[in-house]
């Protein structure tokens, strides 16, 4: 079972339906016993950094993915915010502590030339192998939305997209992993990662 958490902030429904398009048992929630229960997790996301973390805290979920994610090492996919969540810090609402699974900060896209929002369409290229691109071509392209980006500090991008400066698109680091498109408005490739994903093998 993959459990989608649920901290009011999110296309929760798109990417369950996501899932249940590539035959996965889903569920969504931010109950304690159902993420333990879990064999994955997905941390999907849309809106602000600190509006995110302060979500999670909230609902005592941060704490709680730290126990199952770096103790427990269950595999989890952190989407657009839900990526960046996993970053050391965020600037997007002000400058704000995230979970740290990464080495990593989130700052806003500045750029001369391109709009700050970066929005639709858009190739990206490896840089380390990843499973969940398995039989995903190179520079497919995949739907994003999004006008902060992650820096990376240690070497965990697996892929990276230009949008007048070069940015990681995706990093993975053991049983973490996160895309800054949305693979499940991506359609067929979004669907193969996220199959891919679903077959990442349970520590």
């Known amino acids: 079972m993959i459990c989608i958490i649920d901290y009011d902030l999110g296309n929760l429904k798109s990417v369950f339906k996501a899932f249940e398009k590539i035959n996965q048992k889903i569920i969504i929630s931010n109950k304690k016993q159902d993420i333990q229960n879990a064999s994955k997790l997905v941390l999907p996301g849309v809106g602000s950094f600190q509006k995110g973390m302060n979500n999670l805290k909230n609902l005592h979920l941060d704490e709680l993915l730290k126990e199952e994610v770096i103790y ?35 700052s806003q896209f500045k750029l001369k030339k391109e709009k700050i929002l970066h929005s639709g369409w858009d190739n990206v290229y490896y840089k380390n192998k990843s499973e969940i691109f398995k039989d995903i071509k190179e520079n497919s392209d995949f739907y994003f939305v999004h006008s902060y980006y992650v820096e990376c500090f240690e070497n965990v991008q697996t892929s990276m997209c230009d949008y007048e400066i070069s940015f990681c698109s995706s990093f993975e680091k053991e049983n973490i992993y996160a895309t800054q498109f949305h693979p499940e408005k991506s359609q067929s490739v979004g669907l193969k990662l996220l199959e891919n994903f679903a077959k990442v093998n349970n520590a």
């Open 72 to 106: 427990k090492k269950k595999p989890i996919l952190g989407i657009c915010l839900g990526m960046q969540l996993f970053c050391k810090i965020g600037f997007e609402g002000g400058e704000c502590e995230g979970l740290g699974f990464v080495d990593a900060k989130v």
